[in-house]
T-cell receptor, first 113, second 106 residues
């Protein structure tokens, strides 16, 4: 198994631009999570899905952030418009059971200038 | 609202000695706890977990202790090795602490 796949690995963009991060979870995993890591706040849960349905999006910072999971093998996290304070590493993770071990992707390092 | 807290941002120990990483939580309903290890430029990877029905779980050099009354858990690494140098995250209910950077000096 290839594990959780994220793309791109790095993204540099200018303030105001739209950013789309992509994630392919491990096949057969029913849960998908999006996290953001910053120096100040550590790993923050943004949103998670169960069977492609968003369950808890209370961690999404504001309306500029949106996430979708159109099918069991693909999810996107979109930021529109992006701002410099969105600069962080964004991780996608998946798991087969709720509260069980999560398998993380390598992350996308986002820099908004 | 940080429900999982790691108050020590960093820890440095000598190779062969014990490393103790601490974690506190606020929600008494949490019943399953995990530790993850993260190397630079990689995602966190699962290390060890503990259920609230236990107070100790051991896996090789790694032991996690849970004190439910204090809402506190700790990860012990004995003996510490330079390859253990990484950031360690405590997690419960999909919430992660801020992490502790462990440096093991040869």
């Amino acid at each position: 198994d290839a594990g959780v796949i994220q793309s791109p690995r790095h993204e540099v963009t200018e303030m105001g631009q739209e950013v789309t991060l992509r994630c392919k979870p491990i096949s057969g995993h029913d849960y998908l999570f999006w996290y953001r890591q910053t120096m100040m706040r550590g790993l923050e849960l943004l949103i998670y899905f169960n069977n492609n349905v968003p369950i808890d999006d209370s961690g999404m910072p504001e309306d500029r952030f949106s996430a979708k999971m159109p099918n069991a093998s693909f999810s996107t996290l979109k930021i529109q418009p992006s701002e410099p304070r969105d600069s962080a590493v964004y991780f996608c993770a998946s798991s087969s059971q709720f509260e069980e071990t999560q398998y993380f992707g390598p992350g996308t390092r986002l820099l908004v200038l | 609202d940080q429900q999982v807290k790691q108050n020590s941002p960093s820890l440095s120990v000598q190779e062969g000695r014990i490393s103790i990483l601490n974690c506190d939580y606020t929600n008494s309903m949490f019943d399953y706890f995990l530790w993850y290890k993260k190397y630079p430029a990689e995602g966190p990877t699962f290390l060890i977990s503990i259920s609230s029905i236990k107070d100790k779980n051991e896996d090789g050099r790694f032991t996690v202790f849970l004190n439910k009354s204090a809402k506190h858990l700790s990860l012990h690494i004995v003996p510490s090795q330079p390859g253990d140098s990484a950031v360690y995250f405590c997690a419960a209910n999909m919430r992660f602490g801020a992490g502790t950077r462990l440096t093991v000096k040869p």
